[in-house]
C-alpha cells in the first residue's frame, strides 16, 4: 500500500530564511508525487509535481523539490521564505494516470514565518 | 473561470439530521473526489467518482453518501449514521484522459455539528 510521511509537524522559520520541508513516499513503482499548499480555511492548491525525467522539479511561488529515489524523499525546498508562506503543506503519492486513481496525502507540515 | 465551487462555505446541523455538500465544477474533469480534513489527519478519501453514474468507496465512506448524475456535480450527503462529521470538506477533481494525474481542490466546507 501507497503511504505518505511528513515528519515535521510544526516548522517556524525567519522571514528571508531558507526552508526544507522533508516527505518520505512508500510506493511500489514509479511514484507520482506532488507538493500541495493550503491557507487557513482554504482549498489545495498545487505548487509541483513529479512524474519522471528531471529530478529537481521547479514550482509555483519560487518553490522547488528534488526526487531522490533511494531515499524515498521528495523534501520540498525555497531559498528565501516569505511572510506570505505561512500556510500548510503537503506533500502526496499516487499511481500513474488510468490505475486507481487515489492519491495518498501525509498528514501535513505547517509552516509558521516569523519576522 | 474555470474552477470547483464548494457550497454553503459553513454549514450547522443538529444531530441526527442529514445534510448534502454541494460540489461543481466547470472544468469538463471526468473525475471528482470527496475528501475529509481533521487536524493532524491530513486528508481522507470519503468517495470518488471516475465517471457519471458510478462512484467507488474511499477509505472512510460510512456514514457518507454519494451521487454523480451529471459530470459537472458529485454531492456528498453526510447522514445521522456518521458518528463525528464535524469537519472540513474538500472535493476535487481531474482529468482523467490527462497524462497528468494531479487533482484540483475547491475551497471547502466546514461542517458542525451542534
Known amino acids: 500500500a501507497q503511504s505518505v510521511t511528513q515528519p515535521d509537524i510544526h516548522i517556524t522559520v525567519s522571514e528571508g530564511a531558507s526552508l526544507e520541508l522533508r516527505c518520505n513516499y512508500s510506493?511500489?513503482?514509479?511514484?507520482?508525487l506532488f507538493w500541495y499548499v493550503q491557507s487557513p480555511g482554504q482549498g489545495l492548491q498545487l505548487l509541483l509535481k513529479?512524474?519522471?525525467?528531471?529530478?529537481l522539479v521547479q514550482g509555483i511561488k519560487g518553490f522547488e523539490a528534488e526526487f531522490k529515489r533511494s531515499q524515498s524523499s521528495f523534501n520540498l525546498r525555497k531559498p528565501s521564505v516569505h511572510w506570505s508562506d505561512a500556510a500548510e503543506y503537503f506533500c502526496?503519492?499516487?499511481?500513474?494516470?488510468?490505475?486507481?486513481?487515489?492519491?495518498?496525502f501525509g498528514t501535513g507540515t505547517r509552516l509558521t514565518i516569523i519576522p | 473561470d474555470g474552477g470547483i465551487t464548494q457550497s454553503p462555505k459553513y454549514l450547522f446541523r443538529k444531530e441526527g439530521q442529514n445534510v448534502t455538500l454541494s460540489c461543481e465544477q466547470n472544468?469538463?474533469?471526468?473525475?471528482m473526489y470527496w475528501y475529509r480534513q481533521d487536524p493532524g489527519q491530513g486528508l481522507r478519501l470519503i468517495y470518488y467518482?471516475?465517471?457519471?453514474?458510478?462512484?467507488q468507496k474511499g477509505d472512510i465512506a460510512e456514514g457518507y453518501s454519494v451521487s454523480r448524475e451529471k459530470k459537472e456535480s458529485f454531492p456528498l450527503t453526510v447522514t445521522s449514521a456518521q458518528k463525528n462529521p464535524t469537519a472540513f470538506y474538500l472535493c476535487?477533481?481531474?482529468?482523467?484522459?490527462?497524462?497528468?494525474?494531479?487533482?484540483?481542490f475547491g475551497p471547502g466546507t466546514r461542517l458542525t455539528v451542534l
Open positions: 476535487a477533481s481531474r482529468h482523467s484522459g490527462s497524462s497528468y494525474n494531479e487533482q484540483f
Open positions: 510506493y511500489g513503482a514509479t511514484p507520482y
Open positions: 513529479y512524474f519522471s525525467g528531471d529530478t
Open positions: 502526496a503519492v499516487g499511481p500513474p494516470p488510468f490505475g486507481n486513481e487515489k492519491l495518498t
Open positions: 472544468l469538463n474533469h471526468d473525475a
Open positions: 467518482s471516475q465517471i457519471v453514474n458510478d462512484f
